[in-house]
């Protein structure tokens, strides 16, 4: 005779009624004190090769840990003891943890600061990026945006134009996209439930007059006078100047409330469409228009999303596609900011010291043997030099090159929710 016992979406066959132990959903008190031994179940071993002591002690972790939480925060301090053992390791919050360590490359040290989180026991905090400022054109330090976040750890984020302050590729927070990619640059996609990476590109287009109009990005300067550029609010005031025999549409809602070859006011419900006239002007006298914007890959229920490249880790393995996404400049030995993710969906951010005696930096290859050894399954490579901060618990905790670290326009954060 078979028995099935079931937890949610979960199946675990056993012969032999006589050695099956039911788990009840609706009874905590057998659940929480369940252990599910092998021996017990030693006949069905031999009767029943699809149930291997592994499935059962796996299966009776996910029902007592589903049951009680305490249990996940047991079993992610002692992975986070085990692999850093020897090294000072501090609690910044429940789940989430900060390690400092030394290693030597060639027989010369460079510093290194890890944070670990597991969103399962710091389920009180939020790990999403943040911009420096209510407008994108706007730098400020990675002290000063964790501050402003309430956050407990922050890290310095992806690329920026020096000059403006503006993100130089994918940012998206609480489901609103602020810029859109630069190159196809990969970047971390931030769920309820864990992690993905992806090269990202825009998917974003315009309906009008039975036209439709491809939108190259947004809140972004201009790679090329072709482009078709959105701009909201958070961009500013006004959208920045058009291209030669360009022009500019303010929408609102899906009407088109102003043309003009000069900047626009950017309105505070709306966008400004700022392109070629001779693609623009399609959309000439439409009576209303339509907007779709997305990524792609698709992430559906994507939360956040921060870019930065190249790859480090792919799929397990070590990947590094420099080239592909134009970042030949930043090779050699320097201060690096990493992040990636394990198989057990802990997220790990990285921070290397370099440019100095005390700490050498590392390569982009170094960087990615790191963060595997780690144990990253996907990882990538975030701004660095001169811009690798990290920030803990009200502290600098690494020693950026320009002491308390330059002024950014992103980072990534980690911060309590709110209400919590």
């Known amino acids: 005779m078979d028995t099935l016992i079931k937890k949610i979406e979960y199946y675990i066959p056993f012969r032999t009624c006589e050695y099956v132990l039911t788990l009840s959903l609706f009874s905590i008190l ?24 592994n499935t059962l002690i796996q299966m009776s972790e996910y029902v007592k840990e589903g049951v009680n939480p305490e249990l996940k925060k047991e079993k992610f301090n002692k992975r ?19 390690i400092r360590m030394v290693k030597y490359y060639n027989g010369k040290p460079v510093r290194i600061n890890v944070v670990e989180v597991n969103k399962e026991v710091a389920q009180n905090y939020e790990v999403k990026p943040a911009i420096a400022s209510v407008t994108l054109p706007n730098k400020r330090t990675v002290r000063t945006i964790a501050q402003k976040t309430n956050s407990v750890v922050a890290i310095n984020g992806g690329f920026f134009k020096p000059q403006t302050g503006v993100p130089l590729g994918t940012l998206m927070i609480n489901g609103k996209i602020y810029t ?105 006298g439409a009576k209303s228009v339509n907007l779709q914007m997305g990524t792609n890959p698709k992430w559906d229920n994507v939360k956040h999303i921060i870019s930065g490249g190249p790859y480090l880790v792919k799929d397990n393995q070590i990947y590094i596609d420099m080239t592909a996404q134009k970042l030949q400049s930043i090779g050699g030995r320097n ?22 005696g005390s700490s050498i930096g590392l390569t982009l290859t170094e960087l990615a043997s790191f963060m595997k050894s780690l144990g990253c399954t996907n990882a990538i490579n975030l701004d660095g030099g001169g811009s690798t901060v990290m920030y803990v618990n009200g502290q600098i905790v690494n020693h950026p090159y320009q002491p308390g670290g330059i002024a950014l326009s992103n980072a990534l954060v980690i911060s309590k929710k709110y209400g919590s």
Not at 41 to 52: E, G, L, S
Not at 80 to 98: E, F, M, P, S
């Open 335 to 356: 201060p690096r900011t990493a992040i990636g993710y394990t198989k057990d969906n802990d997220l790990i951010l990285v921070a290397v010291d370099g440019r100095e």
């Open 180 to 284: 859109g990619p630069i190159y196809d640059r990969v970047a971390l996609g931030i769920f309820e439930n864990g992690y993905d990476v992806g090269r990202v590109r825009l998917n974003a287009k315009i309906y009008g007059n039975n036209e439709i109009i491809k939108i190259d990005n947004i809140n972004q300067p201009r790679m090329l006078s072709s482009y078709v550029l959105a701009y909201t609010r958070d961009w500013g005031k006004y959208a920045p100047t058009s291209p030669k025999y360009g022009v500019q549409l303010q929408i609102v809602g899906n009407k088109i409330t102003a043309a003009s070859a000069n900047p626009l006011p950017i309105p505070e419900n709306g966008y400004v469409l700022v392109g070629p006239k001779a693609q623009l002007g399609k959309l000439f």
């Open 80 to 98: 986070i003891n085990q692999k850093y053992r020897g090294l000072k390791v501090t609690t910044v919050a429940d789940g989430i943890k900060h």
């Open 30 to 53: 057998v659940l929480t004190h369940t252990i599910c031994q092998p021996p017990i179940f030693a006949n069905d071993f031999i009767a029943n090769k699809a149930v291997n002591t």
